[in-house]
Nanobody, 124 residues
C-alpha cells in the first residue's frame, strides 16, 4: 500500500515561514512526480507546486512564486515545501500527491496517490 504523510503545518503569523514535508512509506518518491496542493474552506483544491522525477524541473502557482520552494531529500525519501512570507490567503489544508509520470501537472485528477493533508493557518 502506497502511503503519503504530510507534516509541518501549523499556525504562523503573516510574514512567517513554514516547512512542509511529504514522506512516503512503501515506495520511493524518487520515481514519482510530487505535487503540493491546497484547499481553503469553500474552495476547490488548487495546485501550489510540483517537482519532476529527476528533481530538476519545478513549477509554482503564480500566487506563490518567489515565496515557496520545493525540493527532494533523497536520503530521507521526502519532498519538502518551504513556504516564506506567508499571507493569510495561503491558509488551508495542504496535500502532497504522487503522479506516476515524468512531468508535472496542476490537475488534481492526474495524481494517483494522496496524503491526508496538514493544516496551515496564517493569522495574527
Amino acid at each position: 500500500q502506497l502511503q503519503l504523510v504530510e507534516s509541518g503545518g501549523g499556525l504562523v503569523q503573516p510574514g512567517g515561514s513554514l516547512r512542509l514535508s511529504c514522506a512516503a512509506s512503501g515506495f520511493s518518491l524518487n520515481y514519482y512526480v510530487i505535487g503540493w496542493f491546497r484547499q481553503a474552506p469553500g474552495k476547490e483544491r488548487e495546485g501550489v507546486s510540483c517537482i519532476e522525477r529527476s528533481g530538476g524541473q519545478t513549477n509554482f502557482a503564480d500566487s506563490v512564486k518567489g515565496r515557496f520552494t520545493i525540493g527532494r531529500d533523497y536520503v530521507k525519501n521526502t519532498v519538502y515545501l518551504q513556504m516564506s512570507s506567508l499571507k493569510p490567503e495561503d491558509s488551508g489544508v495542504y496535500y502532497c500527491a504522487a503522479r506516476d509520470d515524468h512531468y508535472c501537472s496542476g490537475f488534481v485528477a492526474s495524481y494517483h496517490y494522496w496524503g491526508q493533508g496538514t493544516q496551515v493557518t496564517v493569522s495574527s
